[in-house]
C-alpha cells in the first residue's frame, strides 16, 4: 500500500492535463500510486494519457455525473494511505514538494498546506493557509483547497465519500463538517504545494451564485446554532477596517501613542 495515492480528474483539458501530469510524474518521492480520473474527454486527452500509462496505475475514460462523481470515482480506485486530488489544469509546485509535505503526517486525517493562484494573465497570488482554523473563516469566506490538501482515504471512506447531490461545494463541505462537526485530527504544513490554475469552474464568476446557495444550504442545515459566526466575525472585520484606515487611529500611531498594538 503506498503512502500517497494521487487523483486528477479530467475532461477536455488536454493542455492542462499534459501539465499536471509531468508535475507528478517528476517528483524526487516515489512511494506513490498515480490514478487518472477521465470524462470521456474528444479532445486529445486520451492520448495523453495513453502516453503516459506507465505512470499510472489507474485510469478510466468514461462519461462521468459530474465532479464529485468523478471524484468518488478516483476514491474507490485508490489504494494510498492518503489522498491527493490534483486536477487538471493545476500542478505541483517543485520536484521534491512531496518529500517535504510527507516527511511527517502525525496520522492526521486532514493535511494542507499553502497554494500559489495562477491567473490567465499569467499573475501569481500567494495564499498562505492558518494554522487554526476558524468557523467564520471557513464558513463565510474561503476553503481548504482540496489539490494542496491531503485527506487519509479510509477517514473520507468512512464519512461516505464527497455528497455527490452538490455541483460545486462538496469538498469544502467535507472538510467544514470534519472540523467543525466530527472533530477530525488536522494540521497545516507551512509549504507551498500547488499552483492553482484560476480558471477552474470554481473560480468562475457565472458559477458565484451557485457556489453561494449552496454554502448557505449546507450551514443552514448542518450549523444553524452558528449563525451569531457571521455576525461576530462581519464586526471583528470592521474593526479591523476602522484600525487600519482610520484618520484618528493614523494621527495616534504617528505621536506613537499606539506604538505597543503595532
Known amino acids: 500500500m503506498p503512502l ?10 488536454a493542455v492542462g492535463l499534459k501539465k499536471t501530469i509531468n508535475s507528478v510524474i517528476n517528483q524526487t518521492y516515489t512511494d506513490f500510486e498515480y490514478i487518472i480520473i477521465d470524462g470521456g474527454s474528444t479532445d486529445g486527452s486520451v492520448e495523453i494519457i495513453k502516453e503516459n500509462k506507465d505512470h499510472l496505475s489507474h485510469w478510466i475514460s468514461e462519461i462521468d455525473k459530474g465532479i464529485y462523481n468523478a471524484m468518488n470515482k478516483g476514491i474507490a480506485a ?80 468512512e464519512k461516505g465519500y464527497y455528497d455527490e447531490k452538490l455541483k460545486i461545494v462538496s469538498d469544502w463541505k467535507f472538510v467544514i463538517l470534519s472540523i467543525f462537526k466530527w472533530h477530525c485530527k488536522y494540521k497545516h504544513i507551512n509549504h507551498f504545494v500547488t499552483y492553482y490554475n484560476k480558471e477552474g469552474i470554481s473560480s468562475d464568476s457565472k458559477y458565484f451564485d451557485l457556489q453561494r446557495q449552496e454554502r448557505e444550504l449546507v450551514l443552514e442545515k448542518e450549523f444553524q446554532n452558528f449563525s451569531y459566526e457571521k455576525i461576530r466575525g462581519e464586526y471583528s472585520n470592521k474593526l479591523q477596517f476602522y484600525y487600519k484606515y482610520s484618520r484618528l487611529i493614523r494621527v495616534l500611531k504617528i505621536l506613537r501613542l499606539l506604538k505597543k498594538f503595532d
Not at 4 to 13: A, K, R
Not at 120 to 127: L, M, T
Not at 138 to 157: D, E, F, M, N
Open 78 to 157: 485508490a489504494k494510498g494511505k492518503y489522498l491527493l486530488f490534483l486536477n487538471s489544469g493545476d500542478w505541483l509546485c517543485k520536484s521534491d514538494v512531496l518529500e517535504l509535505i510527507l516527511q511527517n503526517t502525525d496520522d492526521c486525517d486532514i493535511i494542507y498546506g499553502n497554494q500559489y493562484q495562477y491567473f490567465s494573465d499569467s499573475h501569481i497570488k500567494e495564499e498562505k493557509l492558518p494554522d487554526i482554523l476558524t468557523f467564520y473563516n471557513l464558513g463565510y469566506q474561503s476553503s481548504l483547497p482540496h489539490q494542496a490538501t491531503l485527506i487519509k482515504r479510509s477517514y473520507i471512506v
Open 4 to 13: 500517497l495515492s494521487i487523483i486528477t480528474i479530467n475532461q477536455n483539458d
